[in-house]
């Protein structure tokens, strides 16, 4: 599933980011793709082990732990600390596979499986040409380009590219989680039933029988395929 969500990121939290974007040094990105990505990979990034990253990445985490559609979507266990690109003019990222598995930083070698990847656009799409997200999803290609401070949330399974950009810079924090259902159909699925129940508890109320029945469905199907 490939999951679009507003403002994500207030527009202090967008400002912030920028400011702080604008006075720190940039590194080659490819120190952070596998070997496949890595001969695809034409950007630049903050420095994982960096203090921006750590700065900037505990703002994106309180951005997520208060949206509900990105708890719904990913289901997150973990969230590898957030990181930071660019792509100025001719900049990309072709065709790509995300590592399955992340080494998290800071921890002496633990490690993670990425299950769902997200992007959160730190530029709006006036201040750039090209730099489209686009994903091969089940049904097609999706192309997404969306205004700053709205994230899109997809399967680290999938292949996908940031395409050329031919005028201006685009910036954007992007992420991987680990989530409690690794599969992305099974995840697809309670989100699915999680949005239909939000609809009948304002049809019906939260008291209503098949509403409750409903919600304890979704937390008997989450007890059997969440791994916690
Ligand atoms: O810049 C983006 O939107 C995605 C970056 C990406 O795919 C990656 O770093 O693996
Ligand atoms: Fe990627």
């Not at 702080?20 to 590194?27: C, H, I, K, N, T």
């Not at 989530?179 to 989100?191: I, P, W």
């Not at 239909?196 to 409903?214: C, F, K, P, T, W």
């Amino acid at each position: 599933m490939l999951l679009q969500i507003p403002d994500i990121l207030t527009a202090d939290e967008i400002a912030q980011c920028r400011t702080v974007l604008e006075g720190s040094p940039w590194v080659d990105g490819r120190v952070t793709a596998g070997d496949q990505a890595a001969g695809a990979k034409r950007n630049l990034q903050i420095p994982e082990e960096s203090d921006t990253a750590r700065e900037l990445g505990t703002v994106i985490l309180r951005a997520l732990a208060r949206s509900p559609a990105f708890n719904s979507a990913a289901l997150p266990l973990r969230v590898l600390p957030p990181m930071f690109n660019r792509y100025d003019h001719a900049m990309t990222y072709g065709y790509h596979v995300d590592n399955s598995i992340r080494t998290i930083p800071g921890t002496g070698g633990m490690r993670m499986r990425a299950d769902v990847s997200t992007t959160i656009f730190l530029s709006d799409p006036e201040e750039y040409e090209g730099g489209e997200l686009i994903v091969e999803d089940t049904y097609g290609t999706r192309s997404v380009k969306l205004p700053a401070g709205h994230a899109v949330v997809y399967p680290s399974s999938s292949l996908h590219q940031v395409s050329p950009v031919t005028r201006g810079s685009r910036w954007a924090s992007f992420f991987f989680t680990q989530s409690m259902v690794r599969d992305d159909g099974l995840r697809t699925m309670l989100y699915d039933l999680d949005m239909a129940i939000i609809e009948l508890r304002q049809e019906l109320g939260d008291g209503h029988h098949a509403v409750l029945s409903l919600v304890n469905h979704y937390h008997n199907l989450l007890r059997r395929w969440a791994e916690v």
